[in-house]
């Protein structure tokens, strides 16, 4: 017996139906994954509004955790037993699933599955874009959007590790309050006048880099944060993607614009491996914590979605099947 979430049409929240599907047998390069739990990310969002684009109909959900149930021909690095998770293969909130072997690593000891469905996708994310987008050094500053987030909390608390001077934006006091508890230097609201602020904070020089997340409605707002040559991470659209115009980039000193993904980054499978690696050793250390602070059965993927679509959320959400 399985069940999945599965997706008909694009649309709303109602459009993730809970249903049994069979279960799947490994093909060749592939491992069955007995789920034991499912995390939640902003792109199942777009995927299920048919921002981003899956033939219908589809599976949906990046990323989880389980044990190897089954493998398939070819499969030599992973057996069945072994404790997994893995982010960016569709069709995770399922109870079971195959993936691509290659795509799956062994969860540490330490590590349990709840936290591993949460932080790979999230944390493989941060860890790319504070050490390799823009390799952040000790003593910078840096401004994080949507910083109590479930990115944006791993983000901030890398960047602290590393040494950085940590301005974070948030929509709400309480937000506010969970952002500096995660040791970030500054918690700016939404509302605020966010380039006169980080004018102040830094004393007039601007920031070497911004990490937007939001998109729309902050894009221009982040590239009037920025020193001459400073960079522009735009990785994600919460309020809509960014349509502005190179135009706007002329006066504004000769800033970068990165438009980054976490496909490209763990494209190869060493690539990948690193990336989960230096993940694992960061939060075996204590230095990143991984904050579940919201949990749902798997069949209320529905439920969670609107949690997260009304920025109701933070740190990380986790589905249960
Ligand atoms: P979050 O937990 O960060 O949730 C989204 C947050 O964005 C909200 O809590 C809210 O924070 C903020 N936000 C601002 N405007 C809006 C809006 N109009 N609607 C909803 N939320 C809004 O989600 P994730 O950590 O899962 O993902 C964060 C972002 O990172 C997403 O855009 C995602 O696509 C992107 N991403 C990109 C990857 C890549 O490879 N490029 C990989 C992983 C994630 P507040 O209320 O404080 O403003």
């Known amino acids: 017996m399985n069940h999945a979430i599965r997706v008909h049409e694009n649309g709303g929240p109602e459009k993730m139906i809970w249903e049994e599907v069979p279960l799947p ?14 995390g939640l990310n902003y792109i199942d969002v777009y995927f299920r509004t048919g921002l981003y684009k899956a033939p219908l109909p589809t599976g949906i959900g990046m990323e989880g955790s389980g044990d190897v149930e089954a493998v398939g ?3 030599t690095d992973l057996k069945v037993g072994d404790r997994v998770a893995y982010a960016g293969s569709i069709g995770a909130y399922s109870e079971a699933r195959c993936a691509p ?14 936290t591993a469905a949460a932080m790979m996708l999230q944390g493989m994310t941060a860890q790319f874009l504070v050490k390799r987008t823009y390799p952040v050094k000790a003593g910078e500053t840096i401004l994080v959007h949507a910083a109590a987030g479930g990115v944006g909390s791993i983000l901030v608390q890398w960047a602290k590790a590393i040494g950085a001077t940590v301005i974070g934006v948030v929509s709400t006091p309480e937000k506010a309050a969970q952002v500096k508890a995660l040791g970030a230097d500054h918690a700016l609201l939404t509302s605020e006048n966010i380039p006169a602020r980080v004018k102040e904070i830094t004393g007039g020089a601007m920031l070497p880099v911004v990490y937007d997340s939001v998109g729309k409605d902050t894009f221009l707002t982040s590239l009037d944060c920025l020193r001459p040559f400073g960079l522009m991470i735009s990785y994600g659209n919460a309020s809509g993607p960014v349509t502005t115009d190179l ?3 002329a006066g504004k000193g000769s800033l ?3 438009r980054p993904t976490l496909n490209t980054y763990t494209a190869k499978r060493e690539d990948l491996v690193a990336t989960a690696n230096d993940l694992f050793d960061v ?6 914590k991984i904050n579940v602070n919201q949990t749902f059965p798997l069949k209320d993927a529905a439920k969670a979605h609107i949690a997260l679509e009304s920025r109701a959320t933070t740190g990380s959400t986790v ?3």
Do not use: F, N
Request: hydrophobic residues 45%; glycine residues 10%.
């Open 283 to 288: 939060v075996l250390s204590g230095k990143v």
């Open 319 to 321: 589905l249960l099947p």
């Open 25 to 38: 047998e490994p093909k060749p390069g592939e491992v069955l994954i007995r789920q034991k739990a499912v």
């Open 256 to 258: 970068y614009v990165t």
């Open 73 to 75: 021909a070819g499969v």
């Open 247 to 249: 135009g706007v980039l």
């Open 101 to 114: 072997a290659d795509r799956v690593v062994k969860i540490p000891d330490g590590i349990d599955y709840t």
